[in-house]
């Protein structure tokens, strides 16, 4: 992500003031790491003799020549904040690898700073995005100066969250491009985004990015499969380690927010392990910019600041009791996210936020929704239904699949610049005319109903394609007819029997069982409203298109078309499986805290 966009989504939902403290500036320094490579670095603490609690933020960025105003707070709270370059990025030496160095990296920095005549050894991190995924990187090392971390929109694992999907996809925009706006050749004009996410061969599409091939990108397309390479350099696969507290935020309509719940959900069921908090809101990859075409209401805020502040004090300064002090109205509703309930979810459709013990919320009821129809679901004028029950007169729905002409993707959680690649809720009909899109809706609801955890969507296929893929996504549709996307997801059906290993080719005579992971939400579908499902094949450029012909994705260039067919009714019962939320009794409404509003300003 470029700078522009980490400085809007770690600081824009704050209020900026002048500090009140006289800070002294160390700039420049070169911090050595093990290899000998030196990072530029930049000090800010108050002026004077003292040892501070220090703040640390490790960015690709670009760290700026002087101290963004969005921390004074925290000099105004007596700590220092330390900015460094990463390496192989602006100032600092070496060579940018953003695949391995920033755990040894970000150690040796650690280290570096718990040895200065400033530093009390108290060391927390923060920051969004890949600044974020710095943070779990050192945070599972088990750096003694490491006390608390506070990563906003970066999830937990590189080939879930960056490069591949739950379903083996390739995360094709959102790699493609930020790579064209971080590793580009200096001085090449940046090419248009549709020029390299069309661009075949994948395997030379980094060139077609950025002027050059790259080793990062190579070394993803080697690896399609979620093997010993990406396990070796998992946070996922090393949580038994981490002893760290984490405070992690994210967005319904972001990239990292499954991971960033899995994370949390995680790490809650380590034995003995310090209390974690998440916070997921009604906002994409940059939280401070308003969707255009959805409006959550004025409690779609949050004092991220305040939070920071709040949860730093209280494990950098080792008071507790610092949590309730404060300037009034913030602090107290500041306190209760942060003492309070370690899970705090923004309620979508009824547009409040909610505390919750757990992840998902134990009460959720996992039930099934069938597609239902009579063999004529293509488009949102089909007769394609969903249903409390099956049925056992349906006929299967049939559609064929060109990878020349994928279904695009309009909106939904994407990353990372929406001038490019737009993100969030949007108006689905104009992807739901086409014939390669199956539309099934329910019939309008009379009460509120709640789906809040994880989507999932099992499929009853055939195809005549070696290998080919399925999506599947989940609509809210309001009474004037508008259908906005709320989670998708997608399997790749040489994944059918797990992300880690290749399944044999897909047999044209044979009906494949599919389970789509389509995401996370929570969302309150309204009276009135409808539920839909949409099923297709491509969800482009969110993910990769398969070319159908079963060969190896990265070094394709022939693509065909696939005949897909998708069975429902009795014997094949193809569904949507929603965690609903039972409607809370007044006693457990006040128990998970649904009626306060974390709207506030903050400090």
Not at 339 to 359: C, L, S
């Amino acid at each position: 992500m470029p700078r522009r966009l980490w400085v809007c989504a770690g600081i824009c939902l704050f209020v900026v003031e002048a500090s009140a403290t006289p800070v002294q500036s160390l700039l420049h320094q070169r911090v050595s790491m093990r290899d000998g490579v030196r990072l530029d670095t930049n000090v800010f603490h108050p002026a004077g003799v003292g040892r501070f609690p220090t703040i640390l933020i490790r960015t690709p960025y670009g760290k700026g020549p002087d101290l963004v105003p969005a921390y004074n707070a925290f000099i105004d709270r007596g700590y220092a904040i330390v900015i460094q370059d990463v390496r192989g990025r602006y100032g600092s030496e070496g060579t940018f690898d953003p695949l391995e160095q920033e755990g040894p990296d970000g150690y040796d920095t650690l280290n570096w700073v718990a040895r200065q005549p400033w530093s009390d050894g108290n060391i927390g991190m923060m920051g969004g995005s890949y600044i974020g995924i710095a943070q779990w990187k050192v945070a599972v090392l088990g750096n003694p100066h490491l006390k608390a971390i506070f990563p906003v929109v970066s999830g937990y694992d590189d080939y879930l969250d960056r490069f591949y999907s739950t379903g083996g996809a390739t995360k094709l925009g959102h790699r493609l491009g930020w790579l064209s706006e971080n590793m580009a050749l200096p001085g090449l004009q940046r090419p248009h985004f549709g020029d390299y996410i069309n661009h075949l061969p994948l395997r030379t599409a980094d060139q077609a990015a950025t002027g050059h091939t790259l080793d990062v990108y190579q070394k993803i397309l080697n690896h399609p499969t979620y093997d010993a390479f990406w396990k070796s350099l998992s946070v996922k696969e090393k949580l038994d380690r981490m002893h760290v507290p984490v405070f992690a935020i994210g967005g319904w309509y972001d990239n990292y927010a499954q991971s960033d719940l899995e994370a949390f959900a995680a790490l809650d069921r380590i034995p003995g392990h310090p209390e974690h908090h998440v916070l997921i809101g009604p906002w994409p990859h940059n939280m401070s910019i308003k969707f255009s075409s959805e409006d959550f209401g004025t409690d779609s805020s949050a004092p991220i600041r305040t939070y920071q502040l709040a949860w730093f004090d209280h494990w950098l300064k080792g008071r507790p009791e610092s949590l309730p002090q404060a300037s009034p109205e913030s602090w107290h509703q500041a306190n209760s996210a942060v003492d309070a309930a370690p899970v705090h979810i923004f309620v979508m459709g009824v547009n409040h936020w909610r505390d919750e013990r757990e992840w998902p919320p134990s009460r959720v009821k996992y039930t099934p929704m069938y597609l239902k129809g009579k063999g004529q679901a293509n488009t949102a004028e089909g007769d394609g239904e969903l249903d409390w029950r099956s049925h056992h007169s349906d006929q299967p729905d049939h559609f064929t699949y060109d990878p020349r002409h994928p279904a695009p993707t309009l909106g939904g959680s994407v990353c990372c610049n929406p001038k490019d690649f737009p993100w969030g809720p949007f108006d689905q009909r104009a992807v739901e005319t086409r014939q390669d899109v199956l539309v099934y809706t329910s019939s309008a609801l009379k009460h509120n109903l709640e789906v809040t955890g994880p989507v999932k969507v099992v499929l009853y296929v055939s195809t005549d394609a070696p290998d080919t893929d399925f999506t599947a996504k989940l609509i809210d549709v309001f009474p004037n007819g508008s259908a906005v996307n709320l989670t998708d997801g997608l399997l790749r059906m040489r994944y059918r029997n797990g992300i880690d290993k290749v399944a044999p080719p897909v047999q044209s005579a044979e009906t494949y069982a599919l389970t789509i992971d389509a995401g996370v939400t929570s969302n309150v579908f309204l009276p009135g409203h409808r539920i839909r499902v949409e099923i297709s094949s491509s969800n482009f450029p969110r993910f990769d298109r398969n070319p159908n012909t079963g060969r190896p994705v990265a070094d394709e260039v022939s693509l065909r078309k696939a005949e897909q067919i998708v069975y429902h009714g009795h014997q094949f019962p193809s569904h949507v499986l929603l965690p609903i939320v039972p409607e809370l009794t007044s006693t457990s409404a006040t128990r998970y805290g649904t009626k306060r509003s974390l709207t506030l300003t903050a400090r």
